[in-house]
């Protein structure tokens, strides 16, 4: 038995966190979710599920979870373990169970090693001169909008494009299919929720079936017309793990290739409409941050600190544990709230204030451990690009209308974000 420091206490009240979570899923809620947040880390570090296992709140608690070793993901043995297995029969839920982030080792050291340092300075620095590119041309087309309509849809415009023509250019997926790709992984995300609806989960199997349809093509004309590209890569790097089996190999690659894209496409976007959402609200900011360049990136963490893309993640207790004082048995599934973590006042003082010159800045929006997110890197290289370019461009840029979100408990998104000049 593994345990940690008691930060906490435990609260009983299952009735109250049905109804702090529905106001975190409410417009309301996904708005503005700090007082939510608050809420559940008042009910304690460790807060129990209405359906069984605990949401973990405290940012200690969290980090321990999320770095320990003795805390695994869902994987599908888990799930084949549950009393209930038929919840996690889903065909979306089934794919994504495949995908690198639902692997345990040693399968997951195995692929995660062979991927190495994904987006490590070659790479970002190889990289670059296509993202700045992309990051002109689409603010070109966003002051062309603005000066026909003197108002435009920063998330249409910029922040959903942005990550889909990066990854689509590394990985070689034709322009033209960009918003087929966007298209799909809205719907599919549903799967990925806390506990989706029948109804969200038939949409994401028949997004599940078109990804399949169009990863498992692209590595077949991959395979079919080998280049010096990252796919191409990857094919003959797996041909050579498993001689004589093209189709686990395929397998594979398929699951490779469309994690890693439809993971860089929606948190990626998230975090830049949020950045320039929390800089736009207060105008000496966005000003301040024109004049003071040097401190685009401290700006870029505190945007990640104050509004995660994620709200949660969750894991597994590998055998029986304490948590922050609460023993926790082996296969509890537990939640870590990047958000309420990321807001706990024992990390971060006056949490809730936005402030780009933080000290001793923390968070936890990227995970840890094993499963660190592979695409921190070039995250980071995206936002901090296009706020480079768009505060020397768009000195005057302000809102013309509060964001509107997708209502979701799992991964935030920005569905509109209106601005003006």
């Not at 304690?44 to 003795?70: H, K, M, N």
């Not at 280049?227 to 686990?248: T, Y």
């Not at 950045?275 to 040097?294: G, I, K, N, T």
């Amino acid at each position: 038995m593994t345990a940690v420091d008691d930060i906490g206490g435990i609260t009983n009240d299952r009735r109250a966190v049905i109804s702090v979570l529905r106001r975190l899923r409410s417009t309301d809620g996904q708005h503005t979710p700090l007082p939510v947040w608050a809420e559940l880390r008042a009910l304690g570090d460790v807060v129990p599920a209405p359906w069984g296992g605990y949401f973990i709140t405290g940012f200690e608690a969290c980090s321990q979870v999320l770095r320990g070793r003795d805390w695994l993901v869902p994987d599908i043995a888990w799930q084949e373990r549950q009393p209930d297995p038929e919840r996690w029969q889903a065909l979306a839920t089934q794919e994504m169970s495949h995908v690198l982030s639902r692997l345990n080792a040693p399968v997951h050291t195995c692929q995660r090693r062979a991927l190495g340092n994904l987006f490590d300075r070659h790479t970002l620095d190889a990289m670059r001169p296509g993202i700045e590119e992309h990051v002109d041309e689409l603010l070109d087309g966003l002051d062309a909008r603005l000066r026909d309509h003197g108002e435009a849809d920063f998330v249409a415009a910029v922040s959903e494009q942005l990550p889909v023509r990066t990854v689509g250019r590394w990985l070689g997926i034709p322009p033209e299919d960009h918003a087929h790709i966007l298209d799909i992984t809205h719907r599919q995300v549903h799967a990925q929720e806390l506990l989706p609806t029948k109804s969200q989960l038939d949409v994401s199997a028949k997004a599940t079936l078109r990804l399949r349809a169009y990863f498992t093509d692209l590595v077949r004309q991959r395979r079919a017309r080998p280049g010096n590209d990252v796919v191409s890569g990857w094919i003959r790097h797996w041909d050579a793990e498993m001689p004589g089996d093209q189709e686990a190999a395929d397998r594979l690659l398929y699951y490779l290739t469309m994690f890693i894209t439809i993971a860089s496409l929606e948190t990626s976007s998230t975090l830049l409409s949020v950045a320039v959402r929390l800089l736009l609200e207060d105008p000496a900011r966005w000003d301040w941050l024109r004049r003071h360049p040097e401190h685009i990136d401290d700006a870029i963490d505190e945007a990640l600190r104050y509004d995660p893309p994620i709200h949660l993640n969750s894991r597994v207790a590998a055998d029986d544990t304490v948590l922050a004082g609460v023993p926790i048995a082996k296969d509890t599934m537990v939640h870590v709230l990047y958000g309420a973590a990321n807001h706990d006042p024992r990390r971060n003082e006056n949490p809730h204030t936005f402030d780009i010159l933080r000290s001793n800045r923390g968070h936890l929006t990227f995970g840890g451990g094993a499963h660190y997110c592979l695409g921190a890197a070039l995250a980071r290289l995206e936002a901090q690009t296009l706020l480079t370019r768009l505060l020397n461009r768009f000195p005057t840029l302000r809102l013309t209308a509060g964001p509107a979100y997708a209502p979701r408990m799992v991964f935030r998104r920005v569905t509109s974000l209106k601005v003006t000049t």
